[in-house]
C-alpha cells in the first residue's frame, strides 16, 4: 500500500511567519512529487513540483525534498491571511502515472 | 477560457438512480482523470485515460463507467447510486501521463 502521510493540523501561524508543512511517503521509488493548495469548496491547484533532491524556490515559496528519508515539505515565507487554505501533497509513484496524495494539512494565517 | 470544466457543478439524487458527471479540457492535454473527494477532503484516484485509453482503473466498483468519446472528454457514468457515493468528483488533465495535473471545479454529488 502506497501512502503518503500528512499532519491534518490545523497549523497555526501569525501573519508574516514562515509556515512549515511536512509530508513522508512510503514509496521509495517515488519520481515526482507535488504541492497542491485547495481552498475550501474549490479545486486543487498547483503551487509547486520538485523531482531532484534539495530545494526548490518559487516567490514566497520553497519546497524541499530529501528521498533518503522519504521526505518532502513546503515552506511559506511571509505568510499571508490568504495563504489559509488545505495543503495536499502528492506523490507520483513509481511504475505508472498514478498520483497518491496526502490527506492534506490545514493551515490557518491569523491577521 | 475555462481550461479543464465539469458539469454539472451540483447533483442531488435519490439513492438507486443513474447519473452521468461530463469533463471537456481546452488545454490540448492527453491524459485525463476522475478523482473522489470524501466528507475527510482524501483525495483518490479512480480512473485515467490517455488519449481515449483507459490506463488506470483502481479499485472501483463497476457501477462507474468512465468513457471517453474524444481525448478532450471524460464523463463518468454512475449506475445505482448509494448513499456512499456522496463526494466531490473532481476531473483532472496533464498534458501526458508523467506531468502535472490540473483539476476542473468539481462536481458535488449528494445520494439522499
Known amino acids: 500500500q502506497k501512502e503518503v502521510e500528512q499532519n491534518s493540523g490545523p497549523l497555526s501561524v501569525p501573519e508574516g511567519a514562515i509556515a512549515s508543512l511536512n509530508c513522508t511517503y512510503s514509496d521509495r521509488g517515488s519520481q515526482s512529487f507535488f504541492w497542491y493548495r485547495q481552498y475550501s469548496g474549490k479545486s486543487p491547484e498547483l503551487i509547486m513540483f520538485i523531482y531532484s533532491n534539495g530545494d526548490k524556490e518559487d516567490g514566497r515559496f520553497t519546497a524541499q525534498l530529501n528521498k533518503a528519508s522519504q521526505y518532502v515539505s513546503l515552506l511559506i515565507r511571509d505568510s499571508q491571511p490568504s495563504d489559509s487554505a488545505t495543503y495536499l501533497c502528492?506523490?507520483?509513484?513509481?511504475?505508472?502515472?498514478?498520483?497518491?496524495f496526502g490527506k492534506g494539512t490545514m493551515l490557518l494565517v491569523s491577521p | 477560457d475555462t481550461a479543464v470544466s465539469q458539469t454539472p457543478k451540483y447533483l442531488v439524487t435519490q439513492m438507486g438512480n443513474d447519473k452521468s458527471i461530463k469533463c471537456e479540457q481546452n488545454?490540448?492535454?492527453?491524459?485525463m482523470y476522475w478523482y473522489k473527494q470524501d466528507s475527510k477532503k482524501f483525495l483518490k484516484i479512480m480512473f485515467s485515460y490517455n488519449n481515449k485509453e483507459l490506463i488506470i482503473n483502481e479499485t472501483v466498483p463497476n457501477r462507474f463507467s468512465p468513457k471517453s468519446p474524444d481525448k478532450a472528454h471524460l464523463n463518468l457514468h454512475i449506475n445505482s447510486l448509494e448513499l456512499g457515493d456522496s463526494a466531490v468528483y473532481f476531473c483532472a488533465s496533464s498534458p501526458m501521463i508523467q506531468e502535472t495535473q490540473y483539476f476542473g471545479p468539481g462536481t458535488r454529488l449528494l445520494v439522499l
Open positions: 488545454l490540448g492535454h492527453d491524459t
Open positions: 502528492a506523490v507520483r509513484n513509481s511504475g505508472y502515472s498514478t498520483l497518491t
